[in-house]
């Protein structure tokens, strides 16, 4: 009888033992797995055809400029409306026929994948300011069922959405500002809350629109 009460205690206290050390073994791995992070992109640090040659040395501090430009409703956005917001920004004009309409489908379902989270916007500019004003980006918006709360189409002066594309956003090869030349890409980048360039993406790649999906969400818990 004392022998089957010691083993049955014994039994116990093994179990005791295996459950707390795989539960302090666990602990500790959760402590010291390092935390997964995004790099943060400097002009010197990114393909230097990206890069306008006047920023090409900067390799610390880089952030997207401040801009004023005017959404699909005729309301001025400026970086104010982005303060505190992940964002997603790409460029594009409503006459594209290859890559846009890609783009655009892709940005939708970003959109729709996150719209009851407050913290994600998205930004398109077009590269066709002259044509593409305010009541042609609102036909557009309307027809790609844009979220006017989350998602802004930008139009305004070419100049400032040029340098915007090559000078902050590092998204299109660098060449010497002309009158009518043009931004074509399909990068996505996605924008902390800093401003800074946490991530280059294929707008047009459905592998890498998920790839964009994860790590907005391993953005976010920087910021837990």
């Known amino acids: 009888m004392t022998l089957k009460l010691f083993r049955k205690r014994d039994f ?17 791995y959760t402590i010291l797995k390092p935390v997964e992070t995004l790099p943060i992109y400097q002009p010197a640090e990114v393909n230097e055809k990206l890069v306008d040659s006047s920023i090409i040395h900067v390799s610390k501090y880089h952030k997207i400029s401040d801009f004023t430009l005017t959404n ?12 505190d917001k992940i964002y997603v920004a790409d460029f594009f004009f409503t ?6 309409p890609i783009m655009t489908k892709n940005m939708y379902m970003l959109q729709q994948e996150l719209k009851n989270d407050k913290e994600i916007l998205f930004l398109s500019h077009t590269v066709i300011p002259e044509i593409d004003n305010v009541e042609r ?21 070419k100049r400032q959405i ?10 299109v090869e660098d060449s010497e500002f002309e009158k009518y030349d043009m931004i074509h890409t399909e990068n996505f980048m996605l924008i902390d809350k800093e401003k800074q360039i946490r991530g ?14 994860s790590d907005i969400q391993i953005l976010k818990k920087q910021y837990l």
Not at 12 to 28: D, E, P, Q, R
Not at 72 to 83: C, S
Not at 137 to 157: F, H, I, P, R
Not at 162 to 171: F, G
């Open 137 to 157: 980006l609102k036909e557009y918006a309307v027809v790609n069922n844009v979220d006017d709360s989350k998602w802004n189409l930008v139009t305004g002066d």
């Open 72 to 83: 699909q409703n005729g309301e001025k956005i400026t970086q104010e409306n982005y303060n």
């Open 200 to 213: 280059f993406y294929d707008g047009t790649n459905d592998k890498e629109i998920e790839k964009l999906l």
């Open 162 to 171: 040029y340098e915007l594309a090559r000078k902050s956003y590092l998204a």
């Open 12 to 28: 116990i206290s093994i179990g005791f033992i295996l459950v707390f050390s795989t539960a302090t073994i666990s602990l500790f």
């Open 95 to 100: 006459t594209c026929q290859d890559i846009c």
